[in-house]
């Protein structure tokens, strides 16, 4: 069987107990609200992947305040297994640049930490969202 590598980066972006949800499609399809990330570029680092990412998927230019966490997981893409790994920051929102890709974002919302919790889906998005949540309550590290 067939395996490969991936490396992805994102964040869990905050303003004054709120955060930043997207909504967008797995790869079976379902539509589910989650944090923004994606690929890697050649040669581009995790936090500048993480900054543009969220900046493509939510329309907000974005700070970084911390390491959230770096979460490891596995899944299967027709035969082959993909073995991903996605840096998270944390992430304060200046100002608005642009607007989601409508073929790629198929909703946006902020939430309290507790409504964002009831939508998420992956057992990883909960652990980061509590581990926004204090690190909001405790200010920056």
């Known amino acids: ?18 955060v930043l949800l997207i909504r967008m499609k797995t790869l079976s399809g379902k539509l589910v609200w989650t944090f923004p990330k994606g690929h890697l570029e050649k040669n581009e680092r995790p936090r500048d992947a993480a900054l543009r990412e969220v900046a493509e998927e939510s329309g907000y230019e974005c700070a ?10 596995s899944f299967r893409r027709e035969k082959t297994t993909v073995r991903k790994r996605v840096r998270w920051y944390w992430m304060a929102p200046g100002r608005k ?8 974002i198929y909703g946006m919302k902020w939430l309290s930490f507790d409504q964002a919790l009831r939508m ?9 969202l509590e581990a926004a949540r204090r690190l909001e309550k405790g200010g920056r590290k």
């Open 1 to 18: 069987m067939k395996s490969v590598e991936e490396y992805s980066a994102g964040g869990v972006v905050t303003r004054e107990g709120k």
């Open 97 to 104: 640049i642009g607007k989601p890709d409508p073929k790629e």
């Open 64 to 73: 970084i305040l911390s390491t959230l966490s770096l979460v490891r997981y």
């Open 120 to 128: 998420l889906q992956y057992p990883a998005d909960y652990r980061l």
